[in-house]
């Protein structure tokens, strides 16, 4: 069965540090698609990268960054120099070839204070 | 105008009344779901359809049922709602591609059944 860990429910952190939000993945599938989304305090659902399992290479994106190691089961999402409007819950999914179908952690909430 | 529109954005009835949250798209995408997000639970998947024809049940489909209108248009509906469907529903898109595309998501229907 497919499943999702996001053990850390909140991380509080001030302004310009860096934070890892870990997340942990079980499926029995040799292809599959891991993302990230952010949800603001707005709520809006907001697309942040899409992995496929062939592709182990780590990904920056300005102060983004994700670290994908298969031999962990990890696609952990680091914030480099936070900022408060980095403030939101983070949420890992993980879905098996053609199904679509996301299964996502249960969020990890993100607070950067001034 | 959003991408992917929600209606209503917040709701409040009464146990046993039925319900419909609608949900249309101008992406063109031919994918469409619906998940509901409760607190400390992430999101489950309700419904999805691939196409106009195509109706498919996901982890939490008892108490739903959905429509596929036209390939824009994706409706829930309660037919009697019950408290603890209280939540936070969203509908997202997706298009069929190479491997699994990400979903963009509605701004979320907040619906509190009293």
């Known amino acids: 069965a497919q499943k999702v860990t996001q053990a850390q429910t909140e991380i509080s952190v001030v302004e310009k540090e860096d934070v890892t939000l870990d997340c942990v993945y079980e499926t029995r599938d040799t292809t599959y698609y891991l993302f990230w989304y952010k949800q603001p305090p707005s709520g809006e659902l907001v697309f942040l990268i899409r992995?496929?399992?062939?592709?182990?290479q780590n990904e920056i994106s300005g102060r983004y960054s994700w670290n994908f190691q298969k031999s962990t089961s990890s696609f952990n999402f680091t914030i480099t120099a936070s900022q408060v409007v980095d403030s939101a819950v983070y949420f890992c999914a993980l879905s098996e070839l053609d199904t679509d179908k996301l299964i996502f952690g249960t969020g990890t909430r993100l607070q950067v204070f001034p | 105008d959003a991408d992917v529109t929600q209606t209503p954005r917040n709701r409040i009835t009464k146990t046993g009344k039925r319900i419909m949250l609608e949900c249309s798209q101008t992406k063109g995408h031919d994918r469409m779901y619906w998940y509901r997000q409760d607190p400390g639970l992430g999101l489950r998947l309700i419904y999805y359809s691939f196409d106009v024809k195509d109706i498919n049940k996901g982890e939490i489909s008892d108490g739903y049922s959905v429509s596929r209108q036209a390939q824009a248009k994706f409706s829930l509906s309660l037919e009697s709602a019950i408290p603890n469907q209280t939540a936070l529903y969203f509908c997202a898109t997706s298009h069929r591609g190479r491997g699994n595309q990400p979903q963009h998501f509605g701004d979320g229907t907040r619906l509190s059944i009293l």
């Open positions: 992995r496929n399992s062939f592709d182990e």
